[in-house]
């Protein structure tokens, strides 16, 4: 593998991953909360009720960012499966399995804040319909990755086979995304585009878009200090970790 | 700041979808923190009983006796 360059070989080395993780949280715990005070500022006090829905629609602030961040939290973990599954590298592993439990809690907030949503706006608080049923969906794969992971006593066994799970479930990330387009459905369509001009006001906009990046840091800041714990337990019984219990654990 | 927290009367669907949000995301943010303390204490204990060991067996085989082969303790 000459491909690879010698920074990403180095990174992958558990300890010096520590290190990295160990400075690289305190930064995105901070911007995190910059930028969530930031955006909940804009979008509950600056940006304008909505014509149709009044103050109601504000639960976008959160439920958008989560939602988005339930799909962007699988795809990590089925990149980082990947490799885990190809390559079987360490660090791969851990980062598809401590994926796992933050996609799960994104995907839990996305399907309560939409529901409680849903109910002033729709009538509803649940419809089997395309787009809520596949975000389920997602939620039972999270819960069944996590599930395997911890059905096998061998860890990193374990994890090359949930990181296969996780590979299978790839096919459900299309289907929640296009679920609004493919079907008739309750849920709206698509407000914030990447390319395109967005359908919504620019008052309105900010805040959601600085939410999604607070969200991207808060999810780097947990990565980070789940993988760092597990790469501990990984390796109880290698020298830079013995030094460490050494220092921190009394 | 009463408007604020009425929400054009949705206060009641507003705020707690923002506590969901904030409750999920601290229990997720907390427990890798208590369960990294646990790893680091539950080493360090079991580092602390293994150098106790090695210490009583130095003791033992100091040659402070020299009446012959004596009974191996059973704790060891």
Redesign the interface.
Known sequence: MKWIPLWMHQLSSPPTFYRFASVLRPWCIALALILTAVGLYGGLVTAPADYQQGDAFRIIYIHVPSAEMSLFIYGVMAVAGFIAVVWRLKLAESVAMQSAPIGAAFTFITLVTGSIWGYPTWGTWWTWDARLTSELVLLFLYLGVIGLYHAFEDRRQGARAAAFLVLVGVINLPIVHYSVQWWHTLHQGTTVRLFGPSKMEADMLWPLLVMMLASKFYWAASLCGRVRTDLLSLESGKQWVRALAEREGR | MEA?LH????AA??W???A??FV??L???F???L??RR???????R?QRQKAREARKAAQRSPSDDSGPTMTPLDS
């Open positions: 604020f929400m054009g009367g949705y669907y507003v707690p979808a923002y969901v949000f999920v995301l229990i997720d943010f427990a890798p923190n369960r990294r790893v680091l204490r539950e080493l360090h204990a580092m």
